[in-house]
């Protein structure tokens, strides 16, 4: 689960938002700056939101507000997404839930490691929820996997797009089936596993004083306006990539992708920083769970109401090698339940291959 907090560093980006706004409707041919301005403009309403959720959660019982968070968790990335297959960009889409799941794997965990390593000698989390927590993440990888190595079996057969949409459904609905399965596993029936030290309230740090009324009037506004400035986004993405030389797929792997988790990003760091391994490993892998688990299958059932045409999940072979890749060496790392700052370099270097890769893939 995601903890987040607007911090005053990020709360002047604020202005990008009005900025957004002028270019979009007063100089639509700027595409390129419209994206910059769209793309900061994400990073305080993602942190907004998810405070917003923090709060919305204090005014439940304990599980109702992990659903909660678990929910509303990678919102920005939903959001980004559904904007996204509105204009028939799958490609885009795709991009950004495999940047997703390997960025929370290799680019927040590897920070958090390093983070945390250079300041204790030696770091521990709970092995056997970190294992609970790697198994579920391979059965994710699985399902992403399996359409791609369909497709690529099943050749140009005529009826194999028909069969590669029907197998997507399919396994999109074993996914979301999985992931509530994982909530009641991680949420009510062994609860104390995810339970570590710092988990508790007076290690969350979340600011008292909200009204439930205003959590969810801040919950639903910045909601509104993420999708306002995803919408602006994903619509200046083409030229953007066209204009800094860099493919699409990189574009959604690497730029949205950082853009939508940024603010667990943070999150994730400085709970290493103060020695709460177990929050922070639970909101990297966790939230790579609930894109691979939980958005991804929503994406696909969206997609028959509001995108022009069904999306599968068919990656491309690079997609799935990277995710599989990034899942294999995090169980590695992960499964004696303790961390220092050398296997943070080792995951940062991973995810700095990848970025490399994406980047040299043709426009």
């Not at 204790?120 to 359409?147: C, D, E, K, S, W």
């Not at 596993?193 to 009324?213: C, H, I, M, N, Y």
Request: glycine share 10%; charged share 10%; net charge neutral.
């Amino acid at each position: 689960m995601k903890t987040t907090k607007l911090t005053p560093r990020l709360s002047w980006l604020l202005v990008c938002v009005p900025a957004a706004a002028v270019v979009a409707y007063g100089f639509p041919e700027l595409q390129t700056p419209l994206f910059v301005l769209a793309a900061l403009a994400i990073l305080p309403l993602a942190g907004m939101l998810g405070e917003a959720t923090e709060h919305v959660a204090e005014h439940t019982s304990q599980g109702i507000g992990g659903l909660l968070n678990a929910t509303f968790g990678n919102a920005a990335e939903l959001i980004i997404a559904l904007m996204a297959l509105r204009l028939g960009l799958h490609d885009v889409v795709k991009a950004s839930l495999t940047g997703s799941i390997i960025g929370n794997i290799l680019l927040v965990m590897g920070a958090s490691f390093f983070a945390g390593g250079i300041k204790y000698r030696a770091q521990n989390f709970n092995p056997t929820a970190a294992r609970a927590q790697a198994t579920m993440l391979t059965l994710a990888a699985i399902g992403l996997i399996v359409p791609a190595l369909f497709h690529y079996m099943s050749g140009a057969q005529p009826d194999a797009v028909k069969r590669e949409g029907g197998l997507s459904l399919e396994i999109s609905i074993v996914l979301i089936l999985t992931y509530g399965a994982s909530l009641l596993f991680s949420l009510v029936t062994h609860k104390q596993l995810f339970a570590g030290e710092g988990v508790g309230a007076e290690d969350r740090e979340k600011p008292q004083g909200w009204s439930l009324k205003r959590a969810l009037l801040t919950l639903a506004g910045s909601t509104v306006m993420v999708a306002w400035m995803s919408e602006l986004l994903v619509g200046s993405v083409e030229h953007a990539a066209a204009s800094f030389g860099m493919s699409s797929v990189f574009i959604g792997v690497i730029v949205v992708a950082v853009i939508g988790n940024a603010a667990e990003h943070s999150t994730a760091v400085l709970t290493a920083r103060k020695n709460k391994m177990d929050l922070s490993f639970g909101i990297a892998i966790g939230s790579s769970i609930q894109i691979a688990l939980f958005v991804a299958p929503a994406i696909v059932f969206a997609s028959y109401a509001i995108g022009p045409r069904p999306m599968n999940l068919v990656f491309t072979p690079i997609e799935v090698v990277a995710v599989g890749l990034a899942v294999l060496i995090m169980e590695q790392i992960s499964s004696d339940g303790e961390s220092n700052w050398l296997e943070g370099v080792q995951l940062l270097s991973v995810y700095i291959i990848f970025a490399l890769v994406f980047y040299f893939i043709p426009s």
